[in-house]
């Protein structure tokens, strides 16, 4: 008698932490923080083109877009970074108002080089400005028709390599070459990114933490089942919609014993949020754990002036003059915080970003592309496919075809 043991169990954490080490001859983007940018910086370095435009979508422009728009309050880029992705008429023409196609490089990206929306963006710019090798860049894999045609018009292309997946690929030339083009610092990125790995793969400072929230939610998915990032800065914003992606598309899967899994992912900003979805956290079903991201120092120092004429005596808050907006940022985030920690049956914790710089942004998103992977392994799925998002592409297809 043969006996194949397929059901679900929650391994220990060294079992996950040796499936986690192994996963690195395969899965490519655990390698990327130790990579050469050497060309890169010396192609972002020969583009003079005022506008950098995305053509991408989902991975292929999410993680970029979360760097760029954390950091661009704090630092004077001489161009503009703009993001393409979407197909919605309107909103192109309203963001191509912005730019003189004349002036623009074009990053065309698509792992597998047959994004119909990718492709579409890209065949309309062409309609408006000729793109060619002296305003245009590829990034696909080695393989694709994209890399194809790159290579048959003499325009620059980048190879993104088979192992590493759309919603993984931040820090590679998905990301790094339009950041590096309008100048982000890709080396201090990568610093961040090594950091963090190398903490977690030598199992010091970072290793607990991560092993030990993934083995919380998973054993408590059933109880909480909707997991939410509350970032209290603006910039965070497009970091939100990256965590998204690579949480829904990375965890929503069926395990090993057919089960479906189910830990869905919000994404709040404060203090806007206090104002709607707080109070479902509050008061409304416990099924959801909170994570809290706050930013010490968001390098302004703009404050709240006093009031030395007596305009506004009638008004309330005056209490908060003479502070500056950064510390009733983070007076609100802590006031939110402590609300919800004395509720006592709300899981939370707060992750603290020191200020705005590659380096910080880049340890955040690094830790977490490894908190999903930890929890796809004590959930005993496939963390890096998305067989869902493909029924739609076969379904669309067939409505071209008839």
Same mark, same amino acid.
């Given at each position: 008698m043969e006996y194949s043991k397929n059901f679900y169990q929650i391994k220990s954490n060294s079992e996950i932490f040796d499936r986690i080490n192994a996963e690195r001859e395969e899965i490519g983007y655990y390698n990327l923080p130790y990579q050469d940018t050497a060309e890169i910086k010396d192609y972002a370095q020969s583009i003079n083109k005022?506008?950098?435009?995305?053509?991408?979508?989902?991975?292929?422009?999410?993680?970029?877009?979360?760097?760029?728009?954390f950091l661009l309050s704090s630092n004077n880029y001489t161009k503009d970074l703009l993001f393409l992705e979407?197909?919605?008429?309107? #909103?192109?023409?309203?963001?191509?108002?912005?730019?003189?196609?004349?002036?623009?490089?074009?990053?065309?990206?698509?792992?597998?080089?047959?994004?119909?929306?990718?492709?579409?963006?890209?065949?309309?710019?062409?309609?408006?400005?000729?793109?060619?090798?002296?305003?245009?860049?590829?990034?696909?894999?080695?393989?694709?028709?994209l890399t194809q045609f790159a290579n048959d018009n003499n325009i620059k292309s980048f190879d993104l390599a088979?192992?590493?997946?759309? *919603?993984?690929?931040?820090?590679?030339?998905?990301?790094?070459?339009?950041?590096?083009?309008?100048?982000?610092?890709?080396?201090?990125?990568?610093?961040?990114? #090594? *950091?963090?790995?190398?903490?977690?793969?030598?199992?010091?400072?970072?290793?607990?933490?991560?092993?030990?929230?993934?083995?919380?939610?998973?054993?408590? #998915?059933? *109880?909480?089942?909707?997991?939410?990032?509350?970032?209290?800065?603006?910039?965070?914003?497009?970091?939100?919609?990256?965590?998204?992606?690579?949480?829904?598309?990375?965890?929503?899967?069926?395990?090993?014993?057919?089960?479906?899994?189910?830990?869905?992912?919000?994404?709040?900003?404060?203090?806007?949020?206090?104002?709607?979805?707080?109070?479902?956290?509050?008061?409304?079903?416990?099924? #959801?754990?909170?994570?809290?991201?706050?930013?010490?120092?968001?390098k302004d120092s703009s404050s709240i002036p006093k009031d030395t004429a007596n305009k506004f005596d009638g008004l309330a808050c005056g209490y908060a003059e003479g502070y500056s907006f950064n510390d009733l940022l983070n007076m609100q985030a802590d006031a939110t915080i402590q609300s919800i920690e004395e509720q006592d049956d709300i899981p939370c914790d707060v992750i603290s970003i020191r200020t705005v710089d590659e380096y910080n942004i880049a340890k955040i998103m690094f830790s977490y592309q490894l908190l999903v992977s930890c929890i796809g392994a004590f959930l005993q799925i496939n963390t890096y496919d998305q067989p869902g998002v493909e029924y739609g592409k076969i379904n669309l297809a067939e409505k071209f075809q008839r």
């Amino acid at each position: 008698m043969e006996y194949s043991k397929n059901f679900y169990q929650i391994k220990s954490n060294s079992e996950i932490f040796d499936r986690i080490n192994a996963e690195r001859e395969e899965i490519g983007y655990y390698n990327l923080p130790y990579q050469d940018t050497a060309e890169i910086k010396d192609y972002a370095q020969s583009i003079n083109k005022k506008h950098i435009v995305v053509l991408g979508i989902g991975g292929s422009s999410l993680g970029a877009r979360a760097i760029y728009e954390f950091l661009l309050s704090s630092n004077n880029y001489t161009k503009d970074l703009l993001f393409l992705e979407t197909i919605d008429p309107l #909103k192109i023409k309203l963001c191509l108002k912005k730019v003189d196609l004349n002036d623009a490089q074009f990053v065309v990206i698509s792992k597998s080089g047959n994004t119909i929306e990718t492709l579409s963006l890209f065949k309309y710019l062409n309609s408006l400005v000729e793109i060619n090798s002296t305003n245009c860049t590829i990034i696909s894999e080695t393989k694709s028709n994209l890399t194809q045609f790159a290579n048959d018009n003499n325009i620059k292309s980048f190879d993104l390599a088979e192992d590493i997946g759309g *919603r993984f690929s931040v820090f590679s030339v998905v990301g790094l070459v339009p950041l590096a083009m309008v100048g982000v610092d890709i080396d201090n990125l990568l610093n961040g990114c #090594k *950091r963090v790995a190398d903490s977690f793969f030598e199992q010091t400072s970072y290793y607990k933490p991560i092993i030990r929230k993934a083995r919380f939610l998973v054993e408590n #998915k059933n *109880r909480f089942n909707i997991n939410v990032v509350f970032s209290y800065s603006s910039l965070l914003e497009s970091f939100n919609k990256w965590y998204v992606q690579l949480w829904a598309e990375s965890l929503g899967k069926i395990n090993i014993n057919g089960t479906r899994q189910a830990l869905t992912p919000v994404g709040l900003v404060g203090p806007v949020d206090q104002h709607s979805f707080l109070q479902m956290i509050m008061d409304g079903v416990r099924d #959801k754990t909170v994570t809290f991201i706050k930013i010490n120092d968001l390098k302004d120092s703009s404050s709240i002036p006093k009031d030395t004429a007596n305009k506004f005596d009638g008004l309330a808050c005056g209490y908060a003059e003479g502070y500056s907006f950064n510390d009733l940022l983070n007076m609100q985030a802590d006031a939110t915080i402590q609300s919800i920690e004395e509720q006592d049956d709300i899981p939370c914790d707060v992750i603290s970003i020191r200020t705005v710089d590659e380096y910080n942004i880049a340890k955040i998103m690094f830790s977490y592309q490894l908190l999903v992977s930890c929890i796809g392994a004590f959930l005993q799925i496939n963390t890096y496919d998305q067989p869902g998002v493909e029924y739609g592409k076969i379904n669309l297809a067939e409505k071209f075809q008839r």
